[in-house]
């Protein structure tokens, strides 16, 4: 385990764009806000989306696309920063009309309404390739 203490350096509501690219709006709220280190909740709904599910014997993400309007149930997911761009990692739990539920780490979604609340830290996180999951871990 590697571990550090954070201290807020402020906290933001966010209503996120209709016809926007959610994971984008999110990115955008932390580079408005000089976000290096976040951590966010969210929940709304959305146009369309891409999950991807992680196959950790294969070490590739596999994605699962929605052409259809979902709720998003939850939301959750943390900035920080890769090659040194803002990245909003993000996994979200969507709902069909039955309430039937997709969950996964969110590639990308079409906004139809989305209010963010994320806590933003004082320190930065960086990630970086990991050779063992063949993930960007934080450093
Ligand atoms: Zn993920």
Known sequence: MNYRAVESAGEYVARLETGAEWRTEIETLADEV???????TALGAVQDAELWFYDQDECAYYP???DEPLEVASCVGNVSLLEGDRFAHT?????DPDGTTYAGHLNEATVWAGEVHMRVFEEPLERAYD?????????
Do not use: K, N, R, Y
């Open 131 to 139: 050779e063992t999951t063949e993930l960007d871990l934080w450093l």
């Open 64 to 66: 699962i696309e929605f």
């Open 34 to 40: 000089d976000a290096d280190a976040a951590w966010f």
């Open 91 to 95: 996994h979200a739990v969507l709902s």
